[in-house]
């Protein structure tokens, strides 16, 4: 059914196979390409198109397409344009070529993170339109560089912006995750990223003496600390069906740097660790408890962030809510089981619920291996065009919702 020849392929795989090809790969995408692209899908679809360049290089795209009652907040569909990079030698096929075997399976860097998503977004709108669908609130589809990196200079400061505000979103979709099983997992919050690097100075010598306060021995009471707090937290998951990886804190060392010789005690050494800290959980207490850790191995430690995220938000999945009952109750008329969770890493959905819009990661993909970040990512062509389908009955669902109570 979907093994067809490249001159009965369905456009829309046409099209997600075409901006697959744009090598967006980190850490230098080809965002004016990706650019390029999506002006070209404005003019088709006969959307309008702002540009907004956040940081210089750092373009936001945004097409809209304005509902009956403009004056009602607006839908907003996120999707990131840069990809994670490839190790090409573990690839069976070109990451950026798009190939499709014989079964239907697209081989690519962004097949499902998350160019599926972008493409998927588009075509829905463009079915919508071409059956003469109107609805009373605007869609907005932003397209955002940089996630794959922390949305720095992309979505974090894109929500600080004007042109931001003047979107007036009452509501975000963005991305999610595959779902191996029959049922579709939906995200309503997520762990906040902290990478934190500590540092550890001690005495140097020979390394043929007992050197005493080395920064070794100090470096190694933390990591020690944190392993075990590692251990207490993977209990916590293992010993709780009902608990989600998302729900709990995990940590991973990550990295080990300083030593210059085999026979030369450093006198500085350090250890990076990648926490996901559960939304949850007390930020203030967990940073002194880090503090605490370090204190406890000596003198000398320290410890600094890379990436600190403390204002984790929780979008409201109740029946009462009005967006969820929207976004629910479409996919119980099409049948689709959902699975909420939290997502236990990072999207540029947490900068959305910051500014006090809910949001919820949804990559409409069952059936499918979680296969982002890793070699051979890949898509089924007919999860793919699920996928369109699932949007839109989404959209109509989402852009009819009727004005909120304060909302004009
Ligand atoms: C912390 S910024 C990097 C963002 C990246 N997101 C994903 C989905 O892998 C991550 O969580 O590592
Ligand atoms: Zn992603
Ligand atoms: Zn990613």
Same mark, same amino acid.
């Given at each position: 059914m979907t093994t067809k020849g490249p001159e009965s392929e369905h456009p829309s795989v046409t099209l997600f196979r075409q901006y697959l090809r744009i090598c967006t790969m980190q850490p230098n995408p080809d965002y004016g390409g990706a650019i390029t692209f999506l002006e070209e899908r404005a003019r088709q679809l006969g959307l309008s198109c702002q540009k907004i360049e956040v940081v210089p290089?750092?373009?936001?795209?945004?097409?809209?397409?304005?509902?009956?009652?403009?004056?009602?907040?607006?839908?907003?569909?996120?999707?990131?344009?840069?990809?994670?990079?490839?190790?090409?030698?573990?690839?069976?096929? %070109?990451?950026?070529?798009?190939? +499709?075997?014989?079964?239907?399976?697209?081989?690519?860097?962004?097949?499902? %993170? =998350? +160019?599926?998503?972008?493409?998927q977004y588009l075509e829905a709108v463009r079915r919508l339109k071409s059956e003469g669908h109107r609805f009373p609130r605007t869609i907005h589809m932003t397209f955002v560089p940089d996630e794959e990196v922390g949305g720095h200079k992309g979505m974090e400061l894109f929500v600080k912006r004007p042109e931001f505000q003047a979107l007036r979103a009452g509501f975000a979709l963005d991305e999610g995750l595959a779902n191996p099983t029959d049922a579709f997992t939906v995200f309503y919050s997520e762990r906040s990223p902290w990478w934190v690097r500590v540092t550890s100075t001690g005495k140097p010598g020979?390394?043929?003496?007992?050197?005493? %306060?080395?920064?070794?021995?100090?470096?190694?009471?933390?990591?020690?600390?944190? /392993?075990?707090?590692?251990?207490?937290?993977?209990?916590?998951?293992?010993?709780?069906?009902?608990?989600?990886?998302?729900?709990?804190?995990?940590?991973?060392?990550?990295? /080990?740097?300083?030593? &210059?010789?085999?026979?030369? &005690?450093?006198?500085?050494?350090?250890?990076?660790? @990648?926490?996901?800290?559960?939304? %949850?959980?007390? =930020?203030?207490?967990?940073?002194?408890?880090?503090?605490?850790?370090?204190?406890?191995?000596?003198?000398?430690?320290?410890?600094?962030?890379?990436?600190?995220?403390?204002?984790?938000? =929780?979008?409201?999945?109740? @029946?009462? @809510?009005?967006w969820w009952a929207a976004f629910s109750g479409a996919c119980k008329e099409m049948n689709l089981t959902l699975e909420p969770e939290i997502f236990p890493a990072a999207t540029d959905s947490r900068y959305i619920r910051a500014v006090g819009i809910p949001a919820l990661g949804f990559s409409p993909m069952n059936r499918t291996p979680v296969l982002l970040h890793d070699h051979n990512e890949r898509l089924h062509e007919a999860v793919f065009l699920r996928g369109v389908d699932i949007y839109t009955r989404l959209l109509s669902a989402l852009a009819s919702v009727p004005a909120l109570p304060g909302e004009s």
């Open positions: 290089g750092y373009v936001i795209t945004v097409l809209t397409w304005p509902g009956t009652n403009p004056s009602l907040p607006s839908i907003l569909l996120n999707s990131h344009t840069d990809v994670v990079p490839v190790f090409k030698e573990h690839w069976h096929h %070109d990451p950026f070529e798009a190939f +499709k075997d014989s079964e239907g399976y697209i081989y690519a860097r962004g097949a499902q %993170d =998350m +160019k599926s998503v972008s493409i020979h390394a043929s003496r007992f050197i005493e %306060d080395t920064a070794v021995e100090k470096l190694h009471k933390v990591i020690s600390s944190i /392993l075990a707090f590692r251990e207490k937290e993977m209990q916590r998951l293992q010993a709780n069906p009902r608990l989600k990886e998302g729900a709990v804190t995990s940590v991973n060392l990550t990295k /080990l740097e300083g030593g &210059v010789a085999f026979n030369v &005690v450093p006198a500085t050494m350090s250890a990076s660790f @990648d926490f996901r800290v559960a939304p %949850d959980v007390d =930020m203030k207490a967990f940073e002194k408890q880090l503090q605490s850790w370090c204190q406890e191995a000596g003198e000398g430690v320290t410890f600094e962030f890379a990436q600190k995220f403390t204002e984790p938000r =929780m979008t409201p999945i109740d @029946d009462t @809510d009005p």
